[in-house]
């Protein structure tokens, strides 16, 4: 049998055809997986950092409090 260039660079061609043909469905899962991933870790985070907690009210003063107590709670609550 005799191989000349053109047999040789069919050979070529149908095997990176056969290479893409397994390759493909697997690059594509993994590049939408990957993005899908990387949405969902990102809306996360994002949703994460939105989230401020209040800061707790150290001048919160009851009506009808004597001074007494207003400075007891204070001092309560800086401890």
Do not use: C
Request: charged content about 15%.
């Amino acid at each position: 049998m005799h191989i000349t260039i053109n047999r040789l660079k069919h050979i070529f061609i149908a095997g990176i055809q056969k290479f893409v043909n397994v390759i493909t469905p697997g690059a594509v899962l993994s590049a939408f997986l990957g993005i899908v991933l990387f949405v969902i870790l990102t809306t996360v985070w994002l949703m994460y950092k939105s989230v401020e907690l209040p800061e707790p009210n150290i001048y919160e003063i009851v009506p009808g409090a004597t001074s007494r107590e207003i400075a007891y709670d204070l001092a309560r609550k800086h401890i």
